[in-house]
């Protein structure tokens, strides 16, 4: 009599997670970057509903309430003309994640193209991106922004300009290397064999195979950008006054730090909250996209 074999389990005869459902599963799994997500998306809803949210008017003057500390009317304080600290606090968030976001989009826009004609294309086109992009890396980030930002001029829009363009070198040098390690794999020989052309072949089988290393360091890269922004409003060539911003916050605090140092205690705290919480969400991107991680 033959043996009956038993019928597979739905588990059994389901098909594999794919490494995305994978990745998400190993993000979950640490809370470093699940508590950097939630206080991401804290700040990102006190930018959406700010108008809400907000007690006062950032930009209201009060010269009855010059430099007042905390108290049950105004929680964080107010300032050298009356403002309130807390409204100004919510309101800057957006100035920073919108310098944030957009700097890196910018920065996307340019390097992604870049290296991918660099690492695809090779040859004497790889050799002139390549010592462009070393000449860019050579200065400092934060001084080539701010020798961008003094061009274009004082604003919030030439300051994201000014972040974007000097962040691009790093995507550049990134997606080239990126290009250069999966161009070689047997999917790519395989494609290039039946005869698709090179533009499809980068869009269609090279550039989602580099996703992953990409947004990491977006990630990365939206916190150096919140400190450029900070740092550039902190000069004067970020976003303007009235509007609120936490760098021109900053600079206006550094003038009262024995009579009211609340006033530099929450930008500086907001700066080093918003900044903490997407390094740790990026770390923690970078081990879930890790293949290496079980």
């Given at each position: 009599m033959a043996a009956v074999l038993p019928l597979p389990?739905?588990?059994?005869?389901?098909?594999?997670?794919?490494?995305?459902?994978?990745?998400?599963?190993?993000?979950?799994?640490?809370?470093?970057?699940?508590?950097?997500?939630?206080?991401?998306?804290?700040?990102?809803?006190?930018?959406?509903?700010?108008?809400?949210?907000?007690?006062?008017?950032?930009?209201?003057?009060?010269?009855?309430?010059?430099?007042?500390?905390?108290?049950?009317?105004?929680w964080f304080g107010t300032d050298e003309i009356g403002r309130d600290v807390l409204a100004r606090v919510i309101w800057g968030t957006r100035a920073s994640l919108l310098a944030g976001v957009v700097s890196v989009s910018i920065s996307l826009l340019i390097g992604v193209p870049v290296g991918m004609a660099a690492g695809f294309l090779g040859g004497w086109v790889d050799g002139v991106i390549s010592r462009i992009t070393d000449a860019f890396l050579a200065c400092p980030f934060l001084i080539l922004a701010i020798a961008l930002a003094a061009f274009l001029g004082p604003s919030l829009t030439n300051a994201m300009v000014a972040i974007g363009i000097s962040a691009a070198p790093i995507f550049v040098r990134l997606t080239r290397g990126q290009v250069l390690a999966v161009k070689v794999e047997d999917y790519v020989e395989a494609a290039r064999a039946v005869g698709n052309p090179p533009l499809r072949i980068a869009l269609r089988h090279i550039l989602p195979n580099i996703t992953a290393p990409l947004m990491v360091q977006a990630t990365l890269a939206?916190?150096?950008?919140?400190?450029?922004?900070?740092?550039?409003?902190?000069?004067?060539?970020?976003?303007?006054?009235?509007?609120?911003?936490?760098?021109?916050?900053?600079?206006?605090?550094?003038?009262?730090?024995?009579?009211?140092?609340?006033?530099?205690?929450?930008?500086?705290?907001?700066?080093?909250?918003?900044?903490?919480?997407?390094?740790?969400?990026?770390d923690g991107l970078r081990d879930a996209f890790d293949p290496r991680q079980r």
């Open positions: 389990t739905p588990e059994a005869v389901a098909p594999p997670a794919g490494p995305w459902r994978r990745a998400w599963r190993r993000l979950l799994r640490r809370r470093a970057a699940l508590l950097g997500l939630a206080v991401v998306f804290g700040f990102v809803l006190l930018a959406v509903f700010a108008p809400w949210v907000s007690p006062q008017d950032p930009i209201a003057t009060s010269w009855g309430a010059i430099r007042k500390p905390p108290s049950a009317e105004h939206i916190a150096a950008a919140v400190i450029a922004e900070a740092s550039l409003s902190f000069l004067g060539l970020g976003q303007q006054p009235p509007a609120p911003s936490w760098g021109s916050m900053l600079n206006t605090a550094k003038n009262f730090m024995d009579n009211a140092p609340w006033m530099a205690i929450w930008p500086g705290l907001s700066i080093f909250l918003l900044v903490l919480a997407f390094n740790l969400l990026g």
